[in-house]
């Protein structure tokens, strides 16, 4: 394996240009919420009703990322972590996968999501507010979330998912 298939590149595109894989985004957003529903519905209990409410966010924050990728104010650096983050709430196969455990594999996805999204919140608050549509406030998910990240994980989970974040950080 040469060295560019093992640290691909993510190309920053022009506001102009289509970013191809974000073409048919709002099927996987319904998709992801519909699988959410049904998982709650026959998961009930006290494990699902503790996720659900961080799983229900997925959707809203994989669309959010979304929009910011193709708005022209963010800047390349963030526009690049964002693209990572969608990559990986569409990979089918990451720490927690979806495949096998429901919808219950997005809470890494939500985690890795708010990271991104508090780093990219540091210099475009503003854009990143006004994309959001979920109905509560974004600012306080994301706080919620960030200090219940390990807990939602799992330790294991938690510390491989923050030496991810790490990296997508140095590769900026």
Do not use: C
Request: no cysteine.
């Amino acid at each position: 394996m040469d060295k560019d298939e093992k640290n691909p590149k993510v190309e920053i595109l022009s506001e102009n240009e289509e970013i191809p894989h974000l073409k048919n985004v709002s099927g996987f957003y319904e998709k992801i919420r519909e699988n959410i529903r049904n998982w709650a519905q026959k998961k009930g209990g006290k494990q699902g009703l503790q996720v659900v409410e961080v799983v229900l966010i997925a959707p809203d924050l994989f669309m959010l990322m979304v929009r910011l990728a193709k708005d022209p104010r963010i800047s390349a650096g963030n526009k690049a972590l964002i693209l990572a983050g969608i990559t990986y709430f569409m990979t089918p196969i990451d720490l927690l996968p979806e495949v096998l455990l429901g919808p219950g594999g997005f809470l890494d996805d939500v985690v890795l999501a708010v990271y991104i999204l508090n780093k990219v919140l540091n210099t475009n608050k503003d854009v990143v507010l006004e994309h959001w549509s979920g109905s509560v406030s974004l600012l306080h998910y994301l706080q919620n979330i960030t200090s219940q990240a390990e807990k939602l994980l799992g330790e294991g989970t938690f510390k491989r998912l923050n030496k991810y974040f790490n990296f997508l950080l140095k590769k900026r």
